[in-house]
């Protein structure tokens, strides 16, 4: 069994603006873009929570459910900063570190002599650190394995944690609903409640081979986690597997030419992007669009290099899911190879 | 309707046309052949709405007048499997057609010939109409088709271009990775050079009906067809619209870094050494210095070397290539040497027969590693 620590810093963004404007502390804070700019929120405090503002929510929906909410801009440079500083904590306790985002860690710490080796421990000084160094607390997660330590860190938040020893793994995961586990979102989480499956032990009892039809790859992943049962390492070098830029825009647009217009002013920033991250040999180009119904849909095309004339005949692929629809967010990715297969094919300039 | 005609007459048209026919359709009559009977003529027809393969075959007396179709595959492996000498006899029986030959009996499904959708090509408003060998026409075909892209966006590159000026049909393919291009004399009344598209799908339905043959052919071309006659079979093809991209610019004039290589002896080695490689980049390098080419493959744990004796002067080059876009050239062309021509390690070779340099030319871009 390993031992596997969840870190999560609480409402990391809107934590650091209270720390350094204490004025803020004592009313509803958000991190994100403004309404009139059609922006989200990046974050809020409890204060703002308390009203049912959520991350991701479009700051003009956050005003309405919090008329009094403040709403700041990120200063990702702080955030960054603070991120380091964690990480550095981290290090003192394990080198198997798996950062999800600036705000969020695996450490697998079965291998540690710290603290006689007892992740409980660990998990109590590393908070103790963060909150001494930096002024903010964070929560954690203890588990035998990876998607459960993240659920777990969830339970005492904020500034808690809460451990799930092995010998407990098995009647934890029973009881989870399924809609806490990774990858089971609004939709999955509906079709498996048409099924009568609600919680694990649903789901143990279900047959393997039905689930594995009717999900397909999913469904054995489900089975699995359903199971206790998550053999993915910490990966303390996370591969990209792609690079995205995108813009939210002030208003919607229709015509096919606006869009274009918007992609090759994303363009270049696509491209810097990817120099700035090495120029890993791409896969694919992926055009992203976003509706004013907040429906998404992407398409794409193989291609090894970041291709103009591939990107013009994807716009009328995508446009032709419009529907008269307007577009409020045009974005672009490209997909990375994976590692092994780091040879880039050239394409002929045509 | 009632016709009798031996196995041997049917099977070859019957092959080419009964090829076009969809397998999975949403159109349900897409999977059946059109049989009718018109004077002297036993008339075959398939479609899948972009590709039309018309048959013809001459009838001896005794047959009645009439159409309806029938499922292709399944007319098409009776007809396989009765004895080459057989005589077959056809008879429409209210819904049925029923088909007897020696001993043998079957009862077939039909569907209306009415249902059937027939091209409404207007070959009437020609463009133009190029002549050349049938042989010479299958052999550019043969030449170029390899390099056409698979289901990309820019849809123009699903196809082949013909480009037809006053004494010479080109073709050109592209996936923007590797480009072939061919020549062959031909006759056509322009002045201009004129380009179509030719779709993938009618591409290989022209290889397999083309005949190594010396007689002419005619291929009539619109704006929006193409046909192809030769007397047995029609043929009629929409082509791709939209532009082809300009060719030229990426066919290199300046790699005059020439290296000749026994063909034979270059694909054994490729074969070899591509065993070894990744098997989704399926990169070698070739490392080129005074009458030597070097090959290793680009794998990840295993690896693959071998050595050739070439003619090259020049100084030395180290480049990355698809060893399966190079092997795709090397059967492509015919002569016993080929020619590659570089320009440097990161610039697109170019690879032609070289026996026939001005006949094929095949661009390859160079890979990263």
């Known amino acids: 069994m390993r031992k596997i620590i969840h870190i999560d810093m609480d409402c990391f ?201 009717l999900f397909g790859k999913q469904g054995q992943i489900l089975w699995q986690r359903a199971h206790a049962i998550d ?120 | 309707m009632r016709f009798i005609v031996s196995r041997e007459a049917l099977i070859g048209p019957l092959m080419l046309v009964a090829n076009v026919s969809e397998r999975r359709s949403t159109m349900l009559v897409l999977s059946n052949i059109l049989i009718q009977v018109r004077g002297q003529e036993l008339l075959l027809l398939a479609t899948d709405t972009e590709v039309e393969m018309l048959g013809r075959i001459r009838l001896l007396d005794h047959n009645e007048e009439g159409s309806i179709t029938v499922p292709a595959k399944k007319f098409l492996d009776l007809v396989k499997s009765l004895p080459d000498e057989n005589m077959i006899e056809c008879v429409l029986d209210a819904d049925r057609l029923i088909m007897r030959s020696g001993r043998s009996k079957f009862s077939l499904s039909t569907l209306p010939a009415e249902d059937f959708p027939q091209s409404d090509a207007a070959i009437n408003e020609q463009k133009l109409t190029v002549s050349l060998p049938q042989g010479e026409f299958k052999s550019v075909l043969n030449a170029t088709a390899f390099a056409i892209a698979v289901q990309d966006v820019r849809y123009y590159l699903n196809g082949m271009l013909l480009e037809v000026s006053s004494d010479r049909l080109r073709t050109v393919a592209t996936d923007g990775h590797r480009l072939s291009l061919a020549d062959v004399g031909a006759s056509a009344d322009t002045d201009q050079a004129v380009q179509s598209i030719l779709p993938r799908k009618a591409v290989h339905e022209l290889q ?104 090259y002067q020049g100084p030395d080059i180290e480049i990355g290539l698809n060893v399966g876009y190079l092997l795709d050239v090397l059967n492509a062309i015919d002569g016993e040497q080929v020619l590659l021509q570089f320009k440097d390690n990161t610039s697109s070779v170019l690879v032609r027969d070289f026996d026939a340099p001005d006949r094929g030319r095949y661009v390859v871009m160079p890979m990263r590693f």
């Open chain 1, 231 to 350: 053999d993915r390492a910490i990966q303390s070098n996370r591969v990209r597997k792609s690079i995205g830029i995108e813009t939210t825009l002030n208003q919607d647009i229709h015509s096919p030419e606006q869009v274009w217009q918007q992609l090759l002013i994303l363009l270049p920033g696509l491209m810097q992007r990817w120099q700035a991250s090495g120029e890993r040999p791409i896969q694919a180009l992926r055009l992203k669009l976003k509706f004013d119904d907040f429906s998404l849909t992407t398409v794409e095309q193989r291609c090894p290099q970041i291709d103009e004339s591939v990107l013009k005949a994807l716009l009328p692929q995508a446009l032709e899911r419009q529907q008269g629809r307007g577009i409020r967010l045009v974005g672009l990715q490209v997909s990375l190879q994976s590692q092994e297969a780091s040879s880039q094919q050239l394409c002929l300039p045509l």
């Open chain 2, 208 to 311: 397999r009906l083309l005949e190594p043959r010396a007689e002419e052919i005619r291929v009539v071309l619109t704006d929006k067809f193409i046909r192809v006659d030769n007397g047995q079979i029609q043929f009629t093809s929409n082509l791709i619209e939209g532009r082809f991209p300009d060719y030229h610019r990426v066919v290199p004039t300046q790699n005059d870094l020439d290296l000749v290589v026994d063909r034979s002896l270059l694909k054994a080695t490729l074969a070899r050494i591509a065993i070894l490689t990744h098997e989704k980049s399926r990169g070698v390098r070739l490392v080129i210095s005074e009458n030597l080419l070097a090959v290793f493959s680009v794998g990840d744990e295993e690896q693959g070397e071998e050595t050739l004796q070439v003619e």
């Open chain 1, 13 to 213: 963004f809107a934590a650091v603006e209270m720390r350094d404007h204490p004025q803020w502390r004592n009313q509803p804070l958000a991190v994100g873009g403004q309404a009139s700019r059609r922006g989200v929120i990046a974050t809020c405090n409890y204060q703002a929570r308390a009203f049912g503002v959520r991350s991701a929510m479009a700051t003009a929906k956050a005003l309405q459910l919090c008329p009094n909410l403040l709403v700041v801009p990120g200063r990702m440079s702080v955030y960054k900063e603070v991120s380091a500083q964690i990480r550095a904590i981290f290090a003192n306790y394990s080198q198997l570190i798996e950062p999800l985002s600036l705000d969020e860690a695996y450490l697998d710490v079965t291998n540690s002599q710290a603290c006689q080796g007892s992740a409980t421990l660990m998990a109590e000084e590393i908070r103790q650190q963060i909150w001494q160094q930096t002024g903010l607390t964070a929560s954690a997660g203890i588990a035998p394995i990876k998607f459960v330590a993240k659920i777990a860190s969830d339970l005492n938040k904020p500034n808690g944690q809460f451990v799930v020893l092995p010998s407990q793994l098995d009647d934890f995961v029973a009881q989870l609903p399924l809609s806490k586990l990774p990858g089971v979102g609004r939709v999955t989480a509906e079709r498996l409640r048409e099924l009568g499956l609600v919680s694990c032990q649903d789901l143990r009892n279900f047959d393997r081979l039905k689930l594995s039809k």
